[in-house]
């Protein structure tokens, strides 16, 4: 799971509600729950979606934004990753948009035609922008990606979204959504032992327990 960011509380909270105590110490990679055989780690998000296609950890819970980056970020580098969507989440919900300065004119995506666009997620990016016919030129900023158009970096952004209200303070209107997210919990593909994937189908039917609760 993340370590800290928009994911952690709620990913810390799921696990809790399922009934696992987890003994978590701020600055470890690593935590244990006390009352099953489940070992925690904490890391970057970015990462989770590698550490799962690998097979280094059995589960992730991920927002679909940066776990779909990755897999066509992986498939643009000739690999093909496997791994399972175990369930959507109902939490994490975010959109990712473009969005242009204020005073630029925008009557549809043709108006990006030949634009640099700064963005975190160029794949994502690409796919949308390459289904309509529209070239563009990206530019790859892992963060504070919605100042770049006012330090001339760039003519739009390509950014992550939830109530707008940072693309208000930078000058910025959204124009166009070109993905909804959610977080979600995957499993690798490798094939785990029967005691292992048992455990995991236990836990699956408390998530649906704890969501189904919460609608
Ligand atoms: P890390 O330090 O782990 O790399 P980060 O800064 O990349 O963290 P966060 O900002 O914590 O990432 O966001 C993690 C995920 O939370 C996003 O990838 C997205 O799926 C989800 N999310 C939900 N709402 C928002 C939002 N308003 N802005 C950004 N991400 C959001
Ligand atoms: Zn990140």
């Given at each position: 799971m993340q370590k800290s960011g928009r994911l952690s509380t709620d990913s810390q909270k799921l696990l809790e509600h399922c009934g696992i105590k987890i003994n978590l110490q701020q600055q470890r990679l690593l935590a244990f729950a006390e009352n099953m055989p489940i070992d925690i780690m904490r890391v970057r998000d970015d990462d989770i979606p590698g550490l799962v296609m690998d097979g280094v950890v059995d589960l992730g819970i991920i927002g679909e934004n940066v776990l779909e980056e990755e897999l066509l970020n992986r498939r643009a580098q000739g690999e093909d990753p496997r791994y399972f969507i175990l369930r959507r989440l109902d939490f994490g919900a975010c959109r990712l948009s473009l969005a242009l300065p204020l005073d630029e004119p925008f009557t549809g995506p043709q108006c990006l035609q030949g634009k640099r666009i700064a963005t975190s997620y160029p794949h994502?990016?690409?796919?949308?922008?390459?289904?309509?016919?529209?070239?563009?030129?990206?530019?790859?900023?892992?963060?504070?990606?919605?100042?770049?158009?006012?330090?001339?970096?760039?003519?739009?952004?390509?950014?992550?979204?939830?109530?707008?209200?940072?693309?208000?303070?930078?000058?910025?209107?959204?124009?166009?959504?070109?993905?909804?997210?959610?977080?979600?919990?995957?499993?690798?593909d490798v094939e785990l032992p029967p005691a292992k994937q048992a455990l995991i189908d236990k836990l699956m039917i408390r998530i649906q327990g704890v969501i189904q609760a919460r609608e």
């Open positions: 994502l990016l690409k796919q949308y922008l390459d289904k309509l016919g529209i070239n563009f030129k990206s530019c790859l900023l892992n963060g504070s990606v919605e100042v770049a158009p006012r330090a001339g970096l760039a003519d739009a952004i390509c950014d992550l979204v939830s109530t707008g209200a940072t693309l208000e303070a930078n000058g910025l209107r959204e124009v166009e959504v070109i993905y909804r997210s959610k977080a979600c919990l995957i499993q690798s």
